[in-house]
C-alpha cells in the first residue's frame, strides 16, 4: 500500500480513507503507482438553481465543496486533477470519471488535451429518474461516465468475460440501466451526489483484478469503497468533508462486518 505524508481519516486492512483536498494529496503519490481510478468531481451545479427530490421543489445546493472556488475555474480544476491522474495511473490501469452535462464536456475535452485514451462514453440509464418540474425539457434521466487509460500506447485491463457473464453470455454495451441509490445504501446517511453500488462494484469489477489498488480522490459516502471490500480490492479514498467521510467509515465497517458473518 501507498504511504502518504498524512495520517489516514480511517483504516480498515487494505482500505485508507483520508480527509484531505484531492489535489493536493495526489501530488505525493509516486508516479505509475494505481490500478483503477473512479472519480465523481464536483459538478459546480450549486449555483441557485432548482431540482426535485422527493416530489417537492429544492434548490440545487450540494454543498461549498460543488461551488466553484475563488482560484480555480471548472475547467482548471478538471485539468489539474486529470493530469495528476494521468501521472500515478499505472500502464495497466485506467481512470472512469463520473458526470453530468454540466462538467463531462470539460472532462472528455482535457482528457483528449492530455493525451490520455478515452475507452467508452458509458451512459448509466436511471431506471427511476427525478420528474422535470419545470415542463418545458426532457426529464434528465442519464449520467455520463467516461472510461479512459494513461495513453494511447498503455495497455489497460478489461475483465471481457466477466462482463459477458453478467450480460447473459453476450457482450456488454455501452448503456447500463441502473436504478438510483437504493434506501438501504443510505441508512448511514446521504451523500447528494451518490451512486448506486452496483454500478460502482461493476465498474471495479470490469476494470481492475483481485488485490489491485483502487482510488476514488472524492470518495463522499463511501460507495467505491465498499465495492472494493467486498471484491477483494485495495482502497484510497480522499474527501475533504468529514460528514461524508464519517458516513463513508460506517458505512465500510457494515460491510466488513457482513462479509465477516458470511465467512463464519
Known amino acids: 500500500m501507498i504511504e502518504l505524508n498524512i495520517n489516514p481519516h480511517f483504516k480498515l486492512e487494505n482500505i485508507f480513507l ?40 429544492v434548490l440545487v ?25 494521468q501521472r500515478i495511473i499505472k500502464d495497466t490501469g485506467s481512470i472512469w470519471v463520473s458526470g453530468t ?29 427525478a420528474p422535470n418540474l419545470s415542463c418545458r425539457m426532457f426529464t434528465h434521466s442519464t449520467e455520463t ?3 479512459a487509460r494513461k495513453n494511447e500506447k498503455s495497455k489497460h485491463y ?10 447473459n453470455g453476450k457482450q456488454m454495451k455501452d448503456v447500463w440501466s441502473f436504478p438510483t441509490v437504493k434506501k438501504s445504501e443510505k441508512k448511514f446517511g446521504k451523500h447528494p451526489t451518490q451512486k448506486p453500488l452496483d454500478l460502482l462494484k461493476r465498474i471495479v469489477l470490469s476494470s481492475s483484478k483481485e488485490g489491485d489498488l483502487v482510488l476514488d480522490p472524492f470518495v463522499g459516502s463511501g460507495t467505491t469503497g465498499v465495492a472494493c471490500l467486498e471484491l477483494d480490492r485495495k482502497f484510497i479514498g480522499i474527501d475533504n468533508n468529514e460528514e461524508y467521510l464519517n458516513i463513508a467509515v ?15
Not at 482535457?110 to 451512459?123: A, G, R
Not at 460506517?250 to 462486518?257: E, G, L, P, V, Y
Open 61 to 85: 445546493d450540494k454543498g461549498e465543496w460543488d461551488k466553484e472556488s475563488s482560484t480555480l475555474t471548472m475547467d482548471e480544476f478538471n485539468y489539474y486533477f486529470l493530469k495528476e491522474s
Open 145 to 147: 461516465i467516461i472510461w
Open 250 to 264: 460506517s458505512r465500510i465497517k457494515d460491510s466488513a462486518t457482513s462479509i465477516q458473518s458470511e465467512l463464519l
Open 18 to 57: 483520508y480527509n484531505s483536498d484531492a489535489l493536493e494529496i495526489l501530488k505525493s503519490f509516486p508516479n505509475d503507482s494505481v490500478d483503477l481510478i473512479f472519480a465523481d468531481p464536483p459538478y459546480f451545479l450549486s449555483n441557485g438553481g432548482i431540482t426535485c427530490h422527493s416530489g417537492k421543489m
Open 101 to 129: 452535462f454540466h462538467n463531462i464536456y470539460s472532462i472528455g475535452y482535457h482528457m483528449q488535451q492530455l493525451q490520455m485514451k478515452i475507452l467508452n462514453n458509458i451512459t448509466w440509464q436511471k431506471t427511476n429518474p
Open 158 to 167: 478489461f475483465n471481457y468475460e466477466a462482463m459477458k457473464l453478467e450480460n
